[in-house]
Nanobody, 125 residues
Framework: QVQLAESGGGLVQPGGSLRLSCAASGGTPITNAMGWFRQVPGKEREFVASIRWKDGSSYYGSRVRDRFSIARDKAKNTLYLQMDSLKPEDTAVYYC??????????????????WGQGTQVTVSS
């Protein structure tokens, strides 16, 4: 079992930055991948970014590719999302997710086995 806990959300002005963290616990190191998704009420969950734990290869959603950066600290079993040039449309609950089993893709929510509770990010002046 993997437990995930996000932190770092909050209120930021347009053009600002935030850094989200997701700590994985449960005694088992991450073996495949972790990712970030976000969701606005009434809309489907949207893929933000993901990263392969072993080699660090990363993937981004088209709406964040040039502004967000995903990273991991293997020693701390922690995932990060650096969000720059934030826009009001980035407002959402951000969830981190983890998958231990092998998977060909890590860009879809059904690729993942474990989910955090989410952290609210609000971009507003």
């Amino acid at each position: 079992q993997v437990q995930l806990a996000e932190s770092g959300g909050g209120l930021v002005q347009p053009g600002g930055s935030l850094r989200l963290s997701c700590a994985a616990s449960g005694g088992t190191p991450i073996t495949n991948a972790m990712g970030w998704f976000r969701q606005v009420p009434g809309k489907e969950r949207e893929f933000v970014a993901s990263i392969r734990w072993k080699d660090g290869s990363s993937y981004y959603g088209s709406r964040v590719r040039d502004r967000f950066s995903i990273a991991r600290d293997k020693a701390k079993n922690t995932l990060y999302l650096q969000m720059d040039s934030l826009k009001p449309e980035d407002t959402a609950v951000y969830y981190c997710a983890a998958v231990q089993r092998p998977s060909a893709t890590i860009q879809f929510d059904n690729d993942y086995e474990y989910w955090g509770q989410g952290t609210q990010v609000t971009v507003s002046s």
